[in-house]
């Protein structure tokens, strides 16, 4: 009886802090938890329920999207872009459970707004409320992010949206926001750029194969290996680097682990390393595990560090 009257106070508490949530970002509290799902890592949201379907958007640890109903296998329905699109159901988390975002969701580049959205004066929800953004609207954020909330143009005035609601948009189909302004995103290509945006570029690449699986010996573009995504990916970025982990670690600069940068190649398993990842920033690693696995990120300190190189 202690045990299940702990587990009554759990929920409880965990109730008050969702409807907290849904209360700051001006989305209906029943509404919110009974059809929201929360993404428990980087996970594409794809125009159809394959592997191989289209990535269209993307949402990172703790963000939020509506789940509209079930598809084949894991797969469910959800809404984007005012329209259905499919998410693999096993990275998102529908218990209530929250997992935690990261300290700083990303802000900069075209987001889809996921649900309807309070638009505030400020960064805070104590900040007067100005408007309202309509769910599926796309906007353009300008990089700035305060307590949880991202900053964007609308009617001329720099104003907050929650940012646990804005989905990144891959792809040209967005359109934008009544009353927001439209911001050129600037295509990179591959040459001639710096060896640290090449290491970006790369990661790119990476991330956009996120939730693909794992096949020993693949080489895309839907299934990967370890080494056949970091090939791919720094093919992405125009270098060429051989295809197996044994050689990809021979080539290169040798980088300390204190002095690693985004894309980074970093290999475990000893000093002839079986596995290899992309650097991704604060000790992880964008990687294709094993069997049974798909591509997504681990921390460094989960696998025995064998190095580092940065190609280019």
């Not at 959800?78 to 159901?89: H, K, L, N, P, Q």
């Not at 990144?168 to 009544?178: F, L």
Request: proline fraction near 5%; include cysteine; hydrophobic fraction near 40%.
């Amino acid at each position: 009886m202690a045990s299940a009257g702990r587990r009554a106070i759990t929920a409880i508490a965990a109730l008050g802090s969702a409807a907290a949530l849904f209360a700051a970002a001006g989305v209906s509290t029943a509404e919110a938890a009974s059809r929201s799902g929360v993404a428990t890592t980087t996970v594409n949201i794809r125009s159809g329920a394959t592997m191989s379907s289209a990535v269209v958007g993307r949402l990172v640890r703790g963000q939020h999207v509506t789940v509209t109903g079930e598809a084949s296998g894991a797969w469910v329905k959800v809404r984007f872009r005012s329209g259905t699109a499919y998410m693999d159901g096993e990275y998102l988390d529908r218990s209530g459970a929250r997992p935690a975002a990261p300290e700083r969701l990303p802000t900069a580049g075209t987001r889809i707004a996921t649900a309807e959205l309070n638009i505030r004066s400020g960064a805070s929800a104590r900040d007067r409320v100005v408007g309202e953004l309509a769910e599926g609207s796309a906007i353009t954020l300008t990089g700035r992010y305060g307590g949880g909330y991202a900053e964007f143009r609308h009617q001329g005035s720099l104003r907050w949206v929650y940012a646990a609601y804005l989905a990144e948009s891959v792809g040209a189909s967005t359109r934008p926001s009544p009353g927001s302004t439209a911001v050129a995103t600037p295509v990179v290509q591959p040459a001639p750029v710096s060896g640290s945006t090449k290491g970006q570029i790369a990661l790119a690449f990476g991330r956009a194969q996120l939730g693909e699986p794992y096949v020993y010996g693949a080489t895309g573009p839907n299934r990967w290996d370890c080494s056949g995504l970091t090939q791919a990916a720094w093919r992405a970025a125009g270098v060429s680097i051989p295809r197996t982990t044994y050689t990809q670690v021979k080539i290169g600069q040798r980088v300390a682990r204190s002095d690693l940068r985004l894309g980074d190649l970093v290999f475990f398993y000893g000093s002839r390393p079986s596995h290899v990842g992309l650097y991704a920033g604060n000790g992880m690693v964008l990687n294709a595990p094993r069997p049974g696995k798909t591509v997504s990120y681990s921390r460094i300190s989960s696998m025995p560090y064998a190095g580092a190189v940065r190609p280019g």
